[in-house]
């Protein structure tokens, strides 16, 4: 299973940006999608998590009402971010939780994989 994010980047503060994650692999389903960020010398923080079957969110309150995050069918999921503060500046990385097919009639692997991350940076 690979995970890739894309759509890091600058941007001013009061700006928007999108981020987007995408998996490949051989999945039978994709149960949670998230977004974590890092700064260097902290501690990584989750700012938003998708579940897949009831499209039930949850933000810290750091970022409520400013990041939103959605997936789709098609194993990809947008973080979109508005009204960015330098205080947002991170690593941003995506987090899947899954199944891919077992070797048998009706197994099924669970599984948990990283992207590379995505850098953002807020000016001010």
């Known amino acids: 299973v690979q995970v890739e994010e894309t759509g890091g980047g600058g941007v001013q503060a009061g700006g928007s940006l999108t981020l987007s994650c995408t998996v490949a692999g051989n999945i039978y389903k994709i149960t949670t999608m998230a977004w974590y960020r890092q700064t260097f010398g902290s501690e990584r923080e989750l700012i938003a998590r998708?579940?897949?079957?009831?499209?039930?969110t949850c933000y810290p309150h750091s970022v409520k009402d400013r990041f939103t995050i959605s997936s789709d069918e098609k194993n990809t999921a947008t973080l979109h971010m508005i009204d960015v503060r330098p205080g947002d500046t991170a690593v941003y990385s995506c987090?899947?939780?899954?199944?891919?097919?077992?070797?048998?009639?009706?197994?099924?692997?669970?599984?948990?994989?990283w992207g590379q991350g995505t850098q953002v940076t807020v000016s001010s």
């Open positions: 998708v579940t897949s079957e009831d499209g039930m």
């Open positions: 987090n899947v939780d899954g199944y891919t097919p077992g070797l048998g009639p009706g197994l099924r692997i669970p599984f948990n994989a």
